[in-house]
């Protein structure tokens, strides 16, 4: 045997074998040789996206975990499905193709290469005839064919939702895209536009997704995450009327303002949308003199409104009033300004019954011409300071037989809180920025251009910025409108805040500083009102508020669309005649076209939408002129079912079939046999959207008995990330990313693996350190050179025995092997430390406690190696037998396959056993996971810690499990304790068995 460990060779060699041997292919019960009797166990990692960088050590660390469990499986006799592939489509690779025009195929495929190269190089057991890419048609015709099932169930539709618009780039940008409100592609600055999105009716699961996790074995913290993304919340919806208050600025004395310049609500919305356009669209002389006013804010004080001043006469621009919409009006000094067109010069008796009208409410008309105003700014200015001078302060009343509308007979505010029972001691209302309300009360709201400008404002923010916990709360109130508390009647001011969002609850929520530390921040920082009055009956209080009880969901119906190339296409056709129809199913896949240009068009839709060839298409119900649909899906959607996939060797094989009839179908029969997923290990960054996504794609697929199970998978577990040199996180611009072939290279895989597998808990992050890596190296060394010893010593022996016995035969062999098996009276302590490792590692990987299984077996190949250096006489048996440090080589080969195989495999204790059939397959890792001892891991004599008062003054020897009079009696009667208690007797005696006793005096 060589006596230097070389890596290379090693495990260069074993790759090759396992891989021509398939030794981790694994079979189906659908295939012919495949009626499996063995149980099944399914383990899964996330599959990665294959970037051009190829793998980094972070891959490597959820892989070798689920690698290690499924080893330690397939030693226990299970049926073990390990499977890989690559979650292909994404934006890194659309963006590589923009800026240098490769097709992403070509590039996803390279990167698949070299991603499928190191993991082969690393060692890990997947089953490889069941490899899988998203980006392939083969799989993602099901994919699509899961999409139309969706359409076809009423769980797809196309609806106007908010995304993230880069203006520069001309594109829709995912959240992580548009952090902070700046393009990650261009660095510009992102707004938020509404368009037509495909969405997936997610909601319509919500409760099922959110009580489901009670089926499962899932971490608490992953099913917290859960159930704070569905949000499910139980509570009351209660109204709170609205009332338009008088102009904040109104001088004293000026008179009650009117609440409403209508003459019915209907009337006003018809008016209002005519005023939304008309803002747009202002004429020129309308733009000029609306810059006049904002820019001067006339002033009393200063006549000729040479200084901006803030505190002067606040105009508000095409507002309504009565039937009318007036171009200007000063609500504080009852003022109209007119400007008019060319055509006013043909509607001068409209124009002179319209003043009329306003005249007879209350209000002073001024008009001026176009040209008049664009000519002339500064005498414009005069004439309306002039009129503010002159303008009659008499106090007028509105609506007496006029038709006046009151602001009850509008819409309120309803809003949804769980604490009814505190509606007392509400003090004002919060809405969302983009609630509906705030635009319907735009004309009414008095500080509208500051509103205006904070909503600008958040919409830059990400959801997940605006509800940081650390974040500080902003709001704003909106001036002239009041809630009323329909508990008591009282008048509450109503504000816009970032940290409340439109789609939670109602967009709206009651504040009650009092018992709500986030209303009570808000309240302080705005010097709102903070009152103390006491809760009252939920239901009741509901019931008397003419409320109702409700339960609400803060999960949002999924959107589906993406405006990019590189995603699958979604399987619609838009026909003007027959609207949204399916493509056939027998039609699928529709297939990316090939495209010269992968940016997305000037108007920001996909890149697909200018192939005219490709989206003209006759409409498959009516035979008309139709055209396919150019969004493509989002790639959350071919890692929603991959794991169902993976039940079948090679995609072509698979398929979905809706039908009672389909229990005969292979694929059918594998899911069957294979799902649920028994154990799924991932990132945290996972554990809320994917998860989720995942989960409601198979539920509706057990909705359609095409699956088994309501869940897709029993057991899930994360990992914590892999953290660069001094804990920082590893990132391509700062250049602390650490690829794994130069680390393979040098030290080896096994090497890595345990490395990665010691470095500290798995579910927590750590640092890198490469430093640190050659203490891995050193204990395969060490177990390495304890091979190379036994196998030496024992060839040796039998070749000196050989030498000295005529006729040898293989016989001798083997009793020499059995003698050395069977005496292990020199061993002891060898087996009792063995076997309580063998514990200790079968318990730490069911635990993913990979880092203290290795330190126990570190512990014990030291121990191991000093007790092969005091047997040196080759004519003595060894103290350490071949079968023990097979034993040893079984629990490590999970961690270290590479190593162990080649050490097992030199085994004369395994030659003989494969000889004499005890075991069928020569690979250690389909070898029996060893059991231990239940005599030799227990303790017979132990060390406990004695305590006086609470502090460890010495410790005691006691047998294990000793009863505890027995041990009472050892510890008052050791030299140490009776020094402190000096024959004092003890108040009290504590004793956790086989841990402390403590002694109070």
Known sequence: ??????????????????????????????????????????????????????????????????????????????????????????????????????????????????????????????????????????????????????????????????????????????????????????????????????????????????????????????????????????????????????????????????????????????????????????????????????????????????????KGFHFRRQHIIDRFIVDFVCIEKKLVIEVDGDIHDYKKLEDEERTGVLNQIGFEVIRFTNEEVIKNPKNVLEKIILKLNNVSSKAFSFGEGLGGVDMEDLEGIKVFTTRPDTIFGVTYVVLAPEHDVITNLQLQIMNWEEVEDYIKKVKKETEQERTKEDKEKTGIELKGIKAINPANNEEISVWIADYVLPHYGTGAVMAVPQHDARDREFSEKYNLPIIDRPLVDAQEITKKVGGKIVTKFKLRDWVFSRQRYW????????????????????????????????????????????????????????????????????????????????TTQGISNFQFLISNKNIKNKTRKNIDYWTPVDWYNGGMEHTTLHLLYSRFWHKFLYDLKLVPTAEPYKKRTSHGMILGEGGVKMSKSIGNVINPDSIVKTYGADTLRIYEMFMGPFEESVAWSTESIIGSRRFIEKVWRIGEKIITNYELRITNEKNKIKNSNNSFVRQDIAAEKSSDSQSFNISKILHKTIKKVSEDIENMRFNTAISSMMILATEMEKEQSRTLDLQKSPTLNLEDFKKFLQILSPFAPHVTEELYNQLPITNYELKNKKENNSSIHFSKWPKWDENLVKDQEIKIAVQINGKVRTEILIQTDENEEKVKKIALTNEVVLKYIQNEKPKRIIYVKNRVINILI
């Open 567 to 646: 995603g699958e296409p979604i399987p619609i056709i838009n026909c003007e005649k027959c609207g949204f129809v399916p493509v056939k199913e027998k039609d699928l896949p529709i297939k990316l076209p090939e495209v010269k240009n992968y940016k997305p068009t000037d108007n920001g839709e996909s890149p697909l939408a200018s192939i005219s060839k490709w989206v003209n298409i006759k409409c498959p119900k009516c035979k008309g002129l139709a055209k396919r649909e150019t969004d493509t899906m989002p790639n959350w959607a071919g890692s929603s079912w991959y794991y169902l996939a993976y």
């Open 1 to 310: 045997m060589v006596k230097q460990y070389d890596h290379r060779k090693i495990e260069k060699k074993w790759q090759k074998v396992w891989e021509i041997k398939k030794t981790y292919k694994v079979l189906d019960p659908s295939t012919s040789s495949g009626r499996v009797k063995k149980k099944k166990f399914y383990s899964l990692i996330e599959f990665p996206y294959p970037s051009g960088d190829g793998l980094h050590v972070g891959h490597i660390r959820s892989n070798t975990a689920m690698d290690i469990i499924s080893r330690k499986r397939r030693m226990e006799g299970y049926n073990v499905l390990y499977p890989i592939g690559w979650d292909a489509f994404g934006l890194p690779t659309e963006n590589y193709a923009i800026k240098t025009g490769k097709k992403p195929s070509v590039v996803t495929k390279k990167n698949t290469d070299v991603f499928r190269k190191q993991l082969k190089e690393i060692g890990f057991s997947f089953d490889w005839s069941r490899e899988i890419n998203t980006t392939d048609p083969k799989y993602y015709k099901w994919t699509q064919w899961i999409f139309l099932q969706l359409f076809k169930n009423g769980l797809a539709y196309k609806a106007k939702s908010f995304i993230n618009w880069c203006p520069s780039c001309k594109i829709g940008l995912a959240n992580e895209e548009a952090v902070g409100g700046v393009c990650e592609r261009c660095g510009n600055i992102t707004e938020k536009r509404e368009k037509e999105q495909w969405m997936l009716a997610i909601t319509k699961y919500a409760e099922r997704l959110d009580k489901d996790l009670d089926l499962v074995d899932y971490p608490e913290r992953v099913k917290s995450q859960q159930r704070n993304w569905i949000g499910k919340s139980e509570g009351s919806e209660i109204e709170f009327k609205i009332k338009c208050n008088p102009s904040q600025t109104l001088p004293e004395g000026e008179g009650e303002m009117p609440k409403f310049f209508t003459t019915s609500p209907e009337l006003w919305r018809a008016l209002q949308d005519k005023v939304l356009d008309m803002r747009k669209n202002p004429t020129n002389g309308e733009k000029a003199m609306w810059d006049l006013l904002r820019r001067n804010n006339p002033s009393l004080d200063l006549p000729k409104g040479e200084v901006k001043n803030s």
